[in-house]
Structure formats: structure tokens, C-alpha cells
């Protein structure tokens, strides 16, 4: 799979481009960045809006985006930033998130009383410390807090995180793959200057924003163009607009092309009961999703 999606966005990217991520060197979402992209330099980004910037400004060619977890839902910021950056949608990527107890080199796990991460991250892995009498301890993230272990130098903590984490900052891994939930994953999207269209009878995901008139029934007239041309939305939540309680902007994913005539058909008909839409990307659908 990681093949196939560096191949489709083979005519946006050229040897040594880079793709910007949020996070520091080790993050997941570097590794996501590795899996599909081996070839392309990842550019570290203290923010999403930096990570987006990047693209924009032409530091970076691509930029590696978490939207949802299986776990915990949506993330923030990104369904915020996507609408107004500018850029575009070109793929999706799953990434299991197999969790790591790193500690030093000459670390034992018998050793170990507090482990460091991102409290989301610690919140899965709560079973293995309790089990193991391991004293959980807020950090920045997951990358960060491999690397103060790293370089605080005490052989009794360890950090948990990813296993290309652990490579970055010579740790060494105590335990692997300690989290509680064998499902957790989470879902990236490739984004980029340009678009790029899928393969004419690919599979295909549309993802796009929309806001529905000030009318009764708006939200269930607009959605019911989908049901009657026989559209799959696979994903639709809602999100306030500016901190306001009565502007509701709504993010949602379909199954089809928009140039195909029932998905164009629901989209025209959405178009009757809105105030804006407005397209983030057509991509093709990732295997994981499976042949359904």
C-alpha cells in the first residue's frame, strides 16, 4: 500500500522534497511520513498551522495530517485549518498505534517506576503500568518525551511511544506493543498545493464542508439527496463556527466522485439547502477501509 500511494502522487513530488508533520522527529505521525514516503525528507513542525504553512510556502511538497482516532475521535485543529489552507486532500493513510516502554540502554523493565508521554498516550497503556507498579507522568508528546528520557539520563524511567522513537533517541525497548486497545489507529490525510484525481473507476473518497440554511428540517433535506442516489457517507460530524452556538459548519466524507452522475446528482441536491460547500479533496480510498 505504501507503494501504491507514493506512486499515484509520483507527478506532485520529485527526489529530496519534503513532507512537514506536527511534531517532533519520532512523533507518529513521522512514522506515517516514513511508511508511505520513505524517500521524502520529513520536516518536523511545532504546530498544524505550521506543518500547513510549510506546504503553502513551498518548504515542504506535502504535509502528513491526523484527522481522527479510533480511540478518541476527532482532532483538533485540523478540521478547523483544512477549509481556509489552501491546500488539498490527495490520499489517506491508516496507522496502527502500537505503543513502546523505551528506557535507556542499560535500562530493565524491573528497573523502570515512571514512564513519560502524552497523557492520551498514557491513558492506553494504563493496564501495563498498573500491572507493573509504573508511576504515569505527563509529557509533551510521545516524541518529546522519548527524547527528555534520553537525555535526563535516569536508567528508572522510560517514555512511551512509537518504536521509530525509540530508534531516533537510542532507546531501547522494554516492553513492545503494551497498549490496551489492539484497535486503536488513526487516520492521516496527505495534503497538497494541487489536486490530483484518482484513477476513473478506483474507489474513491470525497471529502468537503458544508453549512446548511437557517430553514426547518435543512440537515435531513440536505443529507437525503445521499440516501435517494444511493451515496455511502462514511463519516459526517459537526463543529461550531468563530465559538458560536448558532453557526454550525459540518466536515463529511462520501464514497464516489463527484464526477460520477449519483454522486453529482446528491451534490447538486445538497446544494439546495446550503449556504456553503466547499470540496477539500478527492483521493483515493485506502485498503483499510477493506472492499465494502
Known amino acids: 500500500m505504501r ?7 509520483s507527478t506532485l513530488i520529485n527526489e529530496g522534497d519534503a513532507i512537514s508533520f506536527q511534531g517532533e522527529p519520532g512523533a507518529f505521525s513521522h512514522q506515517a511520513c516514513h511508511q508511505v514516503f520513505p524517500d521524502l525528507t520529513p520536516l518536523p513542525c511545532p ?52 505503543m513502546q516502554l523505551l528506557g535507556l540502554p542499560d535500562a530493565t523493565l524491573d ?33 518529546g518525551s522519548a527524547r527528555i528520557v534520553r537525555e535526563n539520563g535516569d536508567p528508572t ?11 531516533t533517541y537510542n532507546l531501547k525497548v522494554l516492553a ?19 489536486p490530483l484525481s484518482p484513477p476513473p473507476g478506483e474507489p ?22 445521499f440516501a435517494t442516489n444511493g451515496v455511502n457517507m462514511v463519516r459526517l460530524e459537526s463543529y461550531m463556527l468563530d465559538g ?11 464514497e464516489g466522485n463527484p464526477t460520477e452522475p449519483h454522486v453529482a446528482a446528491a451534490m447538486e ?15 483515493s480510498r485506502h485498503q483499510f477501509r477493506g472492499n465494502g
Open 204 to 225: 474513491t473518497i470525497t471529502s468537503f464542508v458544508f453549512r446548511v440554511r437557517n430553514i426547518s428540517a435543512s440537515l435531513y433535506k440536505a443529507l437525503g439527496g
Open 47 to 98: 504546530t498544524f498551522e505550521e506543518a500547513i504553512a510549510a506546504v503553502r510556502d513551498g518548504k515542504a511538497q506535502l504535509a502528513m495530517l491526523p484527522v481522527e482516532n479510533s480511540l478518541y475521535g476527532r482532532v483538533a485543529d485540523i478540521h478547523h485549518l483544512l477549509p481556509d489552507s489552501g491546500l488539498h486532500i490527495v490520499a489517506e493513510h491508516f496507522l496502527p498505534i502500537r
Open 111 to 143: 528497573g523502570i517506576r515512571t514512564a513519560h508521554s502524552l497523557n492520551v498516550a498514557l491513558g492506553q497503556v494504563r493496564r501495563f503500568l498498573n500491572a507493573n507498579d509504573i508511576l504515569p507522568v505527563a509529557g509533551p508528546d510521545t516524541a
Open 269 to 283: 441536491e445538497l446544494k439546495l439547502f446550503t449556504s456553503y460547500i466547499k470540496v477539500l479533496g478527492v483521493y
Open 3 to 9: 507503494q501504491e500511494t507514493a506512486s499515484r502522487l
Open 244 to 254: 458560536s452556538f448558532t453557526a454550525t459548519q459540518f466536515i463529511a466524507d462520501i
Open 157 to 167: 524511567a522510560a517514555a512511551v511511544a512509537s518504536e521509530l522513537a525509540g530508534e
Open 176 to 194: 513492545p506493543n503494551i497498549e490496551d486497545a489492539e484497535h486503536n489507529t488513526t487516520r492521516f490525510m496527505v495534503a497538497s498545493p494541487k
